[in-house]
């Protein structure tokens, strides 16, 4: 087992990270103030080559896990919400394209949102749909040459901001099972019919959240991504991989809060010490840390797995279930070493577990996680 990274690995993680300080962390203040993010997140993200895809002579390929988890976990430590909207745009809508998209779409969404000229979000929730994402009511009725949207999507980031939406809805209500009657599309975000606002919530504060209502929204019969009926199964396949992504993004928020409380316990006195010179603090700091590595090494074993070819949704959802579980104990305990201080609304560290909270939720709750995990056993123990 080789730990070591590659030069070309060593290379993206320092340049990941002098675009979060020379080109992000500067920004962040104000669109932190507003409670956004601007267009040019996206736009500094794709010209710097960091929205998870990049352009080669052989074609545009998606950036491999082992280096895109540096990506997510390093934005989560700045901030949750702009590495949820760089991450939903990304490994959700764009790589909807790039999985099942036709040439043509490719040139027309894939490639602009590659490099973050156009935003795309993916919407698959509904009120009445979430973990049973096969129980969707949105429906697509073929008039002619075009499709007839009509329904309701929730919860979607980036919603009410995206220049396009890739969404699923129902074309076979007949299907002798609900899974099997669903297909995915492409609609622009200022489709006539197609009413998109925001929604308030705690976490991610600055990414957008946002219901998406479709009256009669008509889009041509080629912005069909795939195969009619296979809109379900697309979505699990996005799913299986860019959950990847989600565990970095949620160990990310874990150690932006870890690394937070470590620099305050150092310099905080009380009874005559710093508290991290106090024993139970100490031991706080050591157990914790183990956890972190412990998340860390299952998102990365769950990004070699991905990247070489091999069987990874039970090792994808296991670094999605423990980092996001463990990352609420930790963001929480982080802010506990701030006193007064960590239930302040304007401290930062009293943000990370708002965002954890989030991270649990986005890309399927921990039982949809322990589902999956439970499906692939045999193949998980197969390994050890
Ligand atoms: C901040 C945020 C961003 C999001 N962004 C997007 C997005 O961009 N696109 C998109 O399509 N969706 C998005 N979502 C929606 C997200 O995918 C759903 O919230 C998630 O799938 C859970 O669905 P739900 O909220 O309807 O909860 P429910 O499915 O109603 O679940 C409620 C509770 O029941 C539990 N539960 C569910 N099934 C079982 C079971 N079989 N056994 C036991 N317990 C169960 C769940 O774990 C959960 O605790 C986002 C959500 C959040 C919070």
Known sequence: MDFSRSGAEVEFIEHVKRVIEERLRPEHPSWKADMTTP??????????????????????????????????????????????????????????FHFFGTPEQQKRYMVPGMDGDAVIAFANTEPGAGSDASA????????????????????????????????TAVTDPGAARAHRG?????????????????????????????????????IPAENMIGEPERGFYQTMDIFNSSRIGIAALALGTALGSYRMAYDHVRRRKAFGKTLFEHESKRVEFADNLARLEAGWLLVEKAAWLSDTGRESRANASMAKLFNTEEGMGITQWATEAFGARGVMAT??????????????????????????????IDSVLDEM
Do not use: C
């Not at 930062?348 to 692939?376: C, F, R, S, T």
């Open 39 to 96: 267009h040019e997140l996206w736009k500094i993200l794709g010209s710097e080559g960091l929205l998870g895809f990049r352009h080669t002579e052989d074609g545009d390929v998606r950036i491999p896990w082992q280096m895109n988890i540096h990506t997510y976990r390093e934005l989560a430590q700045l901030s949750g919400g702009l590495a949820i909207a760089a991450f939903a745009h990304s490994q959700l809508g764009v790589q909807a």
């Open 136 to 167: 969707l009511t949105t429906t697509a009725e073929r008039d002619g040459d075009e499709w007839v949207i009509n329904g309701t999507k929730a919860y979607i980031t980036n919603g009410d901001l995206s220049d396009h939406v890739v969404f």
């Open 182 to 218: 669903i297909s995915q599309f492409a609609v622009d975000g200022d489709a006539d019919g197609l009413t998109r606002m925001r929604m308030q919530k705690y976490g991610w504060k600055e990414s957008h959240l946002s219901t998406l209502r479709f009256e009669d929204v008509r």
């Open 347 to 376: 401290h930062p560290v009293a943000e990370y577990p708002h965002d954890a909270k989030a991270a649990l939720l986005g890309e399927g709750a921990p039982e949809v996680q322990k589902k999956i995990i439970a499906e692939n």
